[in-house]
């Protein structure tokens, strides 16, 4: 049964002029859609707008998100399917908040998840958007153990536009006029999400709360292998225009090394020799290159490219045995290596020590 939030606690004032819009694009989603409508209309923060956008779902998922009476609720319905995209796009266009969130339509919220990033945009009016970091649960939403713990700190985030997507997009919650300005590219019906972090990381500061926020449900129509590829095919072209960006030649061999750098243990890569050699150099003309572009910011970058090259020779050892390390102490990138590491639990403790970063 769905949670019906009572009408008379909710302030209509706030229902034509809310401080958070949230937007849930939907497509044949009847099994999920509910537990995440629910998620949201239990917010402890109460001035907020749901606006559920379905996408010309075939299954009952509009009858469901029809059935809720609560006045936050506003249901858009698109006369055919328009894909992830312009779906969201209508959302952006739609939103009546200061502030808009999203979350997809099999993910769910904690509770707390719209009061505390609320707070951080109203207290940090230099930031554009400001994610969390996501647990997974399984397709019955039993929690598991695995956490996506992204980078939290703005030049930690922009530094790794190049590889990976910086915040999670259904964690997030941006400034709508941000939002509005640069919006999803329609052509991307794959990996837009990366594509507009990255581009809006480039020009705005965005920060991740290191705590969990949203649980994210992992079950078999989520990607199926096809998208998979299309989806890498999507993040290759990201990467090739940021790579032109940044004033560098690269080959299509480039690009697909480059793509298993940050994805070798997922892909159940293990580097040989060739691309051991491939990476140092790689990875050395892409630090050359961002001192001379600035496109990316130091030393965060180097530090990542340090970072990378570490994984590299790690995974190279499995093969190669220790001669890889003798590689690796004589490295121009090792010096970074180990400022980055370093930092990974000190990126946590500035949001919790110093709120006003």
Known sequence: MPLVSPVDKVDLAMIDSP???VVIPVYNREKYVGDAIDSILAQTFPDFELLVIDDGSTDGSVEIVRSYNDPRLRLVCNETNLGVPKTRNRGIQFARGKYLAFLDSDDWAYPERLSKQVAFLDSHPDYAAVGSWIKWMDEEGRSLR??????VLPD?????????????????????VVLREYGHQEEYDLSEDFDLWSRIAAKHKLATLPEVLVRCRMHGGRISQENLRRKKDRRLTIYAAQLHALGIAFTDTDLERHFLLRSMRKQRFTPDLAYLEWAERWLLQLQEANQRAQSYPEPAFSEMLGRFWLKV?????????????????????????????????SLYIPFLRHPKL
């Open 146 to 151: 695995r956490i996506r713990r992204k980078p």
């Open 156 to 176: 930690e985030i922009a530094a790794q536009r190049l590889f990976r997507q910086g915040i999670e997009n259904s964690a997030s919650m941006a400034r709508t």
């Open 19 to 21: 401080k958070v819009t």
């Open 313 to 345: 020779c790690w995974y190279a050892s499995m093969n190669l045995g220790w001669t890889v390390w003798r590689r690796f102490w004589r490295s121009p990138l090792r010096g970074r290596t180990w400022q980055g590491l370093q930092k990974p639990s």
